[in-house]
C-alpha cells in the first residue's frame, strides 16, 4: 500500500511526451518535503503557529524595533541566504518576546520560503 496512489511513492509519475517517456512531479512530492522539514525543524507542536501578527509590543519601542527587524530579516532572507551574513542571534530580558520573534521568522521561512529551519532552545543547545 502506498502514500500516493500516483507515483507509489516516488514523487514522480511517468509519462508520454512526444513519444518520449518523461517523468514529471507529482503533486505529493511538495506536501512530501514541506512534512520534512517541518519533521527535521524540531519545532514543538505547540510552537508552529506562531508569527509576527500575534507578537504584542505593548507600546514599547524597543520591543516594536524588535519585530521590525526579525520582519525585515524574514522578508529580505532570499537576499542574504547565500552570503556569510546570514545569522540571526536574538539576545534580551526574559520575557523579552525572542523566543516568539524567533518561531515567527522560523514559521514563515519553512511555511512560506520553503526553507528549513532547525529549532533549538538556547539551554538545550548551550549543555549538550
Known amino acids: 500500500m502506498y502514500e500516493c496512489e500516483k507515483c507509489k511513492d516516488n514523487g514522480f509519475i511517468p509519462i508520454v511526451e512526444d513519444g518520449r517517456l518523461v517523468a514529471v512531479e507529482c503533486s505529493c512530492r511538495k506536501e512530501r518535503s514541506a512534512r520534512l522539514r517541518l519533521k527535521n525543524?524540531?519545532?514543538?507542536?505547540?510552537?508552529l503557529e506562531i508569527g509576527f501578527r500575534?507578537?504584542?509590543?505593548?507600546?514599547?519601542?524597543?520591543?516594536?524595533?524588535?519585530?521590525?527587524?526579525?520582519?525585515?530579516?524574514?522578508?529580505?532572507?532570499?537576499?542574504?541566504?547565500?552570503?556569510?551574513?546570514?545569522?540571526?542571534?536574538?539576545?534580551?530580558?526574559?520575557?523579552a518576546g525572542k523566543t516568539h520573534l524567533g518561531?515567527?521568522?522560523?514559521n514563515n521561512l519553512?511555511?512560506?520560503?520553503?526553507?528549513?529551519v532547525v529549532y533549538m532552545?538556547?539551554?538545550?543547545a548551550v549543555t549538550r
Do not use: W
Open 41 to 47: 525543524s524540531d519545532i514543538p507542536a505547540r510552537m
Open 54 to 95: 500575534e507578537f504584542d509590543c505593548k507600546g514599547n519601542g524597543a520591543l516594536q524595533n524588535a519585530k521590525d527587524l526579525a520582519v525585515t530579516y524574514y522578508k529580505c532572507f532570499r537576499h542574504i541566504e547565500s552570503s556569510r551574513n546570514n545569522s540571526l542571534i536574538l539576545c534580551g530580558q526574559s520575557g
Open 103 to 106: 518561531m515567527a521568522i522560523c
Open 110 to 116: 519553512l511555511n512560506n520560503l520553503k526553507v528549513g
Open 121 to 124: 532552545a538556547y539551554r538545550n
